[in-house]
């Protein structure tokens, strides 16, 4: 899973397993136990609503350019909004 975060144990860096009788992580290897404190902070729930409806959207297909330097030789790619004077560094986005 990408948005699985472990914490080993911090005695023997062995995985720590959630105790649900204790609220606590407990590493099965040491026996050690942590304690979870509660946070303070309030969770903002998101309205799924939101990002169904955005999935809905059709998107457009992204268009990438190649631009080739006359002087040097280098080729830079870039999306087609973006747009490249004949000066030094200056680009202007659109």
């Known amino acids: 899973m990408q948005f699985l975060k472990e ?15 204790r ?15 509660k946070s303070s902070q309030v969770v903002e729930e ?16 992204v268009v990438t350019v190649t631009y080739k330097c ?8 870039a999306g087609a909004d973006i747009a490249f004077l004949n000066a030094e560094t200056v680009a202007i986005m659109f």
Do not use: M, R, V, W
Request: one cysteine or more; aromatic letters at 6%.
């Open 46 to 61: 998101n309205n799924i609503q939101l990002f169904k409806d955005a999935a809905a959207i059709p998107l457009e297909p």
């Open 23 to 37: 609220n606590a992580l407990k590493c099965l290897h040491c026996g050690a136990q942590f304690p979870i404190e």
């Open 7 to 21: 914490h080993p144990c911090p005695n023997c860096n062995s995985e720590l397993n959630y105790d649900a009788d």
């Open 70 to 77: 006359s002087k040097c030789g280098q080729e830079t790619q």
